[in-house]
């Protein structure tokens, strides 16, 4: 659950000696782009679908007896976890737009 949401973190302003906040850039990522949150977001759910997806070969692999009973376990609850947590945040962001169309303009 953790690992899914440690990659959204989002960086803090600097604040300078003077007391004022420093504009900060966030950091460029591996392709030197700036990420956002929509990249960010994508980025976990395809983490995710990749965790599903070795849960599922290393079913698949202790069905045909080429992987331990605790291979498959860790894998799965992993898996189990990680969906559990993309669960979480799509509840909040599906809250947040329900709020936000309340809004009064």
Do not use: C, W
Not at 3 to 23: G, Q, Y
């Amino acid at each position: 659950m953790i690992d899914a949401i440690s990659s959204l973190a989002i960086p803090r302003p600097a604040i300078a000696r003077s007391d004022r906040a420093a504009t900060v850039a966030p950091p460029l990522d591996s392709s030197g782009v700036k990420p956002d949150f929509a990249n960010l977001l994508g980025e976990a759910i395809a983490g995710v679908a990749q965790k599903l997806r070795g849960a599922e070969a290393v079913s698949i692999a202790g069905i045909r007896g080429m992987a331990s009973t605790q291979e498959i376990v860790e894998k799965v609850m992993a898996a189990e976890q990680s969906l559990q947590a993309a669960i979480a945040v799509r509840d909040k962001v599906v809250s947040a737009y329900t709020e936000i169309s309340r809004m009064a303009i």
